[in-house]
């Protein structure tokens, strides 16, 4: 394959919670990105950043391509990254139409260097641009605008932050372009002291400003690739050439459960239990007080949103509104059978991401949150729960 036919493949990497998802998603409406092909690179075991950005009713499957979606998350992310990119990356190459690009999404905890070599292991891919998007709000608060990470500001003791500042300084030492996210959160003299900070960091590297996913993809258009034997020999010389694929002491632990949050015991439980060493929290969930809603939750840090996603199953076959034809009913109930006695089809699955501790802790409190038995027979019965929970909530796109 020529130079000019090679597939160029963009990374958008940046440490968790920084705005990797929304970006992506954006520029996924744009009609010269329609056909690209997307690896989405996850250090959870459900792949629910996969299941955003594939198609309407598309499902994917840990380790396959489908629907030009490659969803790598769990042990495929991990120990498996390198085979299980080379048989997609084969995959991608085959497709018609080929893609006009390949766009990958990284986990927050991802090492730079492994999974940039492992995306140019096919000589019919070359790395067109290495992302690193830096959440301006979390710069500001947490490592003192960037200078905790030039060493200008000594490190905190906090070792949930200190982890935290050593991933995001790898991550930026390779990025070609980092992409300063949520810059409506601070005062603009504050974003352009952090902007001078990232260029001390990565002098090479084009800065560019984001809020609420306004950066496009084309306005990088300018900026040049990055070259593979520099980036090696920065791996060599920061002793990362053959280091494993995501950061250590980061974990990631899911809940699974029927049960509903009670929504007021949720809302303590996230007002009092939120430490440092919990990065990263996304996941579906329901609450007793809103039956219908299947709800995409989203914590990075001190903050949290709440998405409407769609309807349950089991509350859209009651048909309290008349819209469905009696054979629409008939389909659903069918395609129930197999679901909860009780629940149907609602259920909770979160991924907790942090270091250990901090996600056992955090795990305990939310099970503590869920529905006991008293509660899902008043819920059964029909009674109302105190919800402190914002009433409009952002409609998933």
């Keep these: 394959m020529s130079g000019q036919s090679m597939l160029p493949v963009t990374v958008l990497s ?29 250090l959870s075991e459900l792949g629910i950043d996969a299941e955003l950005l594939s198609s309407e009713g598309s499902t994917t499957t840990p380790g396959e391509l489908r629907d030009r979606v490659a969803a790598l998350h769990g042990v495929h992310a991990r120990e498996k990254l390198r085979p299980s990119l080379a048989r997609i990356l084969n995959e991608i190459a085959e497709l018609d139409p080929a893609p006009a690009q390949v766009l990958c999404e990284s986990t927050g ?3 730079p260097w492994p999974l940039i070599s492992a995306l140019t292991q096919d000589s019919r891919f070359f790395l067109r641009h290495f992302i690193v998007t830096v959440d301006a709000l979390n710069l500001h608060r947490d490592f003192a605008d960037g200078r905790i990470l030039t060493g200008e500001v000594p490190s905190r003791e906090d070792p949930a932050l200190l982890q935290a500042s050593k991933v995001l300084a790898e991550q930026i030492a390779f990025a070609s372009t980092i992409i300063l996210t949520k810059v409506d959160t601070i005062p603009r003299p504050v974003v352009d002291a952090q902007v001078r900070i990232l260029q001390k960091l990565q002098p090479n590297a084009t800065v560019g400003l984001s809020a609420q996913a306004g950066l496009l993809l084309p306005q990088l258009e300018a900026s040049p690739a990055p070259n593979l034997a520099e980036l090696k020999g920065r791996a060599d010389r ?10 250590p002491q980061v974990e990631a632990t899911v809940i699974r459960d029927p ?14 239990n939120l430490g440092t060493g919990l990065y990263r929290t996304k996941g579906y969930l329901w609450l007793a007080s809103r039956p ?6 989203q914590q990075s840090g001190s903050q949290i949103a709440l998405e409407l996603t769609g309807y349950w199953r089991s ?3 009651r048909n309290t509104d008349g819209r469905l034809l009696p054979e629409e009913v008939e389909l659903l109930t069918k395609r129930l059978e197999s679901a909860h006695h009780v629940f149907g089809d609602r259920h909770n699955e979160l991924t907790l991401i942090g270091l250990p501790d901090a996600c056992e802790t955090f795990a305990r409190a939310l099970r ?3 529905c006991n038995e008293q509660e899902v027979a008043a819920w059964k019965a029909g009674e ?13 796109d």
């Excluded at 968790?16 to 690179?41: F, M």
């Excluded at 219908?292 to 939750?297: A, N």
């Design 259 to 272: 049960r509903p949050f009670h929504p007021e015991r949720l809302h303590d439980v996230v007002s009092n």
């Design 292 to 297: 219908g809603h299947v709800l995409l939750w």
């Design 238 to 247: 920061l002793g990362l050439a053959d280091s494993s694929a995501t950061a």
């Design 384 to 396: 109302e729960f105190p919800d402190p929970w914002p009433k409009t909530l952002r409609q998933l």
């Design 109 to 111: 905890a991802a090492r």
């Design 315 to 317: 509350e859209i076959v």
């Design 368 to 370: 503590s949150a869920l």
């Design 14 to 42: 940046g440490f968790l919670g920084s705005g990797k998802t929304t970006l992506l998603r954006r520029w996924q409406r744009e009609e010269t990105l329609r056909d690209a092909a997307l690896i989405v690179h996850d």
